[in-house]
Structure formats: C-alpha cells, structure tokens
C-alpha cells in the first residue's frame, strides 16, 4: 500500500489520507475486505499523529468505505461510487481556487467558462 502525503499541499494530511485510500480502493490495490493497517502503524509509517490517521477512518467510515471493528481492524466494505472521485476533485479546486483569494461568484464563472470549452 503506498500512501503519499505532499506537504506542499493546501489539505490537511487526513483529509490527504482519506483521499488516497479511495483512490487505492478505487484502483483495485485495495480490494473489498482488504484489512488496512493500524492507525498506529500508518501513523508511524507517515510521519503524523495517531489521531490524523483515527480521522481519516472514521471519515472513511462515515462515507461507507470501510468498517472498523475494533481490535479486528479496519476493512475494505465498499468500492467508491463513480460520483466520489469528480466530487473530490471539485472540491479541492475549489478550496484551492479559496486559498489564492477567489471568490465564489468568479469560481463559478471560471468553471462555468470551462464547461462550455469541454
């Protein structure tokens, strides 16, 4: 399993996380009832703290991704929806297009304009 975190990056490292375990589950690396590692183990092996990792599943959880069941760990239950992933990706253009000083009405009508190109 290969998590990358980018420190560079505007998310914070368990939303960065939760990303890329739909993106793994997505792809097939992590298959239904694949047991994913511990939290203290991801955490030790990314370099943050246990809870940013708790976050991360719990979140996963909450979205029908996975299922934890305590001392039995942490399992694959769901392949993301086709919707998930674009909605992921809008979101993140729109937290990054927040981050260098954009307004709503200009993102939507810079997304508006891109939509009629495509």
């Known amino acids: ?14 939303e960065q996380i939760k990303a890329e375990i739909i993106r793994l ?4 690396s992590m298959p239904l009832q694949y047991r994913l590692p ?5 955490a030790g092996d990314l370099g943050v703290a246990p809870n940013t990792v708790a976050r991360s599943y719990r ?3 909450d979205d029908g991704f996975v299922r934890s069941r305590g001392r ?13 992933a674009p909605t992921d990706a809008i979101e993140q253009v729109v ?3 927040r981050t260098v000083g954009l307004d709503g009405p200009t993102i939507l009508s810079m997304v508006s304009r891109a939509i009629a190109r495509n």
């Open 1 to 14: 399993m290969e998590i990358h975190l980018d420190p560079a990056d505007k998310a914070p490292p368990y």
């Open 25 to 28: 589950i997505a792809d097939g």
């Open 38 to 42: 511990s939290i203290r183990q991801l």
């Open 59 to 61: 979140e996963l959880e």
């Open 72 to 84: 039995r760990g942490t399992t694959v239950i769901a392949n993301p929806s086709p919707s998930v």
């Open 95 to 97: 937290r990054d297009a």
